[in-house]
């Protein structure tokens, strides 16, 4: 059984950063590929940012990049987002997602186990 769980959601100002971790159990983590997906109120689910099994390979959505920085530590079975330069509009509960696949992967439909979320508030 695969189970993961986020950590490092919270409140920040405008400008602040923080950092997400995601925890996955399971001995396969690194077979796969791993994502970070957000969903604000009343909006859609949509991708963050992705990260190959082997961790050479991203992709970012263009309203993060140059922002956030998604990385894995295989050996720990974990996964962080490095959230900087925070905006009201990143707002959202964010989800950690392990793909079915090893490749990185932008729709959610790739990804098969979810973790509960985090909220994350970026005050103005």
């Known amino acids: 059984q695969v189970q993961l769980v986020e950590s490092g959601g919270g409140l920040v100002q405008t400008g602040g950063s923080l950092r997400l971790s995601c925890a996955v159990s399971?001995?396969?983590?690194?077979?796969?590929?791993m994502g970070w997906f957000r969903q604000a109120p009343g909006k859609e689910r949509v991708i963050v940012a992705s990260?190959?099994?082997?961790?050479?390979?991203?992709y970012y959505a263009d309203s993060v990049k140059g922002r956030f920085t998604i990385s894995r530590d295989n050996a720990k079975n974990t996964v962080a987002l490095q959230m900087s330069s925070l905006k009201p509009e990143d707002t959202a509960v964010y989800y950690c997602?392990?793909?079915?696949?090893?490749?990185?992967?932008?729709?959610?439909?790739?990804?098969?186990?979810w973790g509960q979320g985090t909220q994350v508030t970026v005050s103005s």
């Open positions: 990260i190959d099994w082997s961790g050479t390979s991203t």
């Open positions: 997602a392990r793909s079915n696949y090893g490749g990185t992967a932008s729709g959610d439909k790739s990804y098969g186990f």
């Open positions: 399971g001995r396969t983590f690194s077979s796969y590929a």
